[in-house]
């Protein structure tokens, strides 16, 4: 069965400055893929990055970096210069295999926020 | 219309009112969700559609019933609901072929059970 854990229920970090949220996760499957979402006030999910589990570099989306290590079954989100509007629930989410349609498992979020 | 849309963006009905959820993609998807946000929870997945054939109901109550007429449009259909049935309800869409492909979500309706 797939797992997704988030022990960081909340960060603070300063603006401009860089953040690292925790994602943990476990799965037997070999063939796997990581997401990270954005859930601002308004409840719309954001998509931010995706990792496969088959990936040999690290995801990079702009200000948003993983850093996958696969050994430690971890997925961190990086995101580097916080802005104010990056204050918002994060989560963490994991599907297996390469069927089509993606059955996403959740992690119970991070919620950030950041201050000036 | 772009993205994924979803009406009403909030809902208020009463343990014996029959009211349904839209949701709409206009983003050429194949594959369609429905998933379920309660407070301090994670994301539940409920239902998924693959080109307008349910391929996934996650010991859902029958008091949840989906619709999907086309690839574009999926429904949830709420009967005799409960208090505890008070969420956000998520809609979401994506690709089917190869991947895997991230999920666009729809803004959520935020439901109450009175």
């Known amino acids: 069965a797939q797992k997704i854990t988030q022990t960081q229920p909340g960060m603070f970090v300063q603006e401009k400055e860089a953040v690292t949220l925790d994602c943990t996760y476990d799965?037997?499957?070999?063939?796997?893929?990581l997401f990270w979402y954005k859930q601002p006030s308004s409840g719309e999910m954001i998509f931010l990055i995706y990792?496969?589990?088959?990936?040999?570099q690290n995801a990079t989306e702009g200000r948003y970096s993983l850093n996958f290590q696969k050994a430690r079954k971890s997925a961190n989100l990086v995101i580097s210069a916080s802005q104010l509007g990056d204050s918002a629930m994060y989560f963490c989410?994991?599907?297996?295999?390469?069927?089509?349609?993606?059955?996403?498992?959740f992690g119970t979020g991070t919620r950030l926020l950041v201050s000036p | 219309e772009t993205g994924v849309t979803q009406t009403p963006r909030h809902l208020v009905m009463g343990m014996t009112n029959k009211k349904s959820l839209k949701c709409e993609q206009h983003?050429?998807?194949?594959?369609m969700y429905w998933y379920k946000q309660s407070a301090k929870k994670p994301l539940e997945l409920m239902f998924v559609?693959?080109?307008?054939?349910?391929?996934e109901n996650n010991s859902v109550p029958s008091r949840f019933s989906p619709e999907c007429p086309n690839s574009s449009h999926l429904f949830l259909h709420l009967h005799t609901l409960q208090p505890e049935d008070s969420a956000l309800y998520l809609c979401?869409?994506?690709?089917?072929?190869?991947?895997?492909?991230?999920?666009?979500f729809g803004p959520g309706t935020r439901l109450t059970v009175t």
């Open positions: 979401a869409s994506s690709q089917d072929q190869g991947g895997p492909y991230e999920q666009y």
């Open positions: 799965t037997s499957d070999p063939s796997y893929g």
């Open positions: 990792q496969g589990s088959y990936d040999q």
């Open positions: 989410a994991m599907n297996e295999g390469t069927t089509g349609f993606q059955k996403l498992v």
């Open positions: 983003l050429g998807h194949n594959a």
């Open positions: 559609y693959n080109f307008k054939e349910q391929t």
